[in-house]
């Protein structure tokens, strides 16, 4: 009769299974990093090109910013010096090519408008990217400096419909270049006779213009100063030049 000796496994010990548990944790917890944390710098990557085209569009605004202060400046000088003619004894005294000079430019409101770049601040607001309170009150500047460039277009759109009572139509023609620029007129025109009533409805105009204008100019200074804060909190922040 034969004997069969029946081998037995060793069963493994139970910190055998831990081990490996352990090891297995370990590989699915070290490539969760990996992935969080290219995940993590691809995000970061693509935060940088966003606040790399911001400040772009902020340096941009800068310069329109100044240009727009400087016009600003320029317009006050030639409101103030319409008012004072058109209020004289004698307006007609006065060199009637700068009169009309001054008359066609106040109105013009194209070198007036602050156009942002807001590309960049359109995208973040879409993406929910708004979190820096510097890029919040950057935004609210613009809507603002927007909406008392609105209400200033009203009062031009008020001047021009009184303007008929001065100048003459056919002079503002001639004064314009093939490119809408005004050129002041090579011979004396004339101003039209006007009633008192004329002119008091002139003065107010005119008064409304300049303090649209001086108010324009006011938020455009302090919005400037918020874009100069933004481009330094953001190269800080960002570590860019």
């Not at 009203?154 to 008929?164: F, P």
Request: proline share 4%; glycine share 4%.
């Amino acid at each position: 009769m034969e004997v069969h000796a029946h081998s037995h496994t060793e069963r493994k010990k139970w910190t055998h299974y831990l081990w490996e548990f352990l090891m297995l944790f370990l590989a699915v917890f070290c490539g969760y990093l990996a992935e969080y944390q290219l995940e993590h710098k691809i995000e970061r990557d693509r935060e940088k090109q966003f606040i790399r085209s911001l400040l772009n569009d902020v340096s941009t605004d800068t310069v329109k910013l100044n240009n727009l202060i400087n016009v600003r400046n320029q317009r006050e000088n030639w409101l103030d010096s319409l008012t004072y003619v058109m209020n004289s004894q004698n307006p007609r005294s006065f060199p009637p090519a700068d009169v009309y000079y001054y008359a066609i430019f106040i109105p013009r409101s194209i070198p007036l408008r602050f156009i942002p770049n807001d590309g960049t601040i359109q995208q973040l607001k879409s993406a929910g990217g708004l979190r820096l309170i510097s890029i919040i009150g950057y935004d609210i500047g613009v809507r603002n400096l927007t909406r008392i460039g609105e209400v200033e277009e009203t009062l031009i759109n008020d001047y021009r419909g009184i303007a008929h009572y001065f100048f003459d139509g056919i002079v503002f023609d001639s004064m314009l270049d093939a490119n809408n620029i005004p050129r002041r007129p090579k011979y004396a025109p004339q101003l039209y006779s006007f009633s008192d009533q004329n002119l008091h409805e002139l003065n107010y105009k005119l008064f409304s213009i300049k303090a649209y204008n001086r108010a324009s100019r006011r938020e455009s200074k302090r919005l400037l100063q918020q874009a100069e804060n933004l481009l330094t909190i953001l190269k800080k922040e960002y570590h860019l030049k």
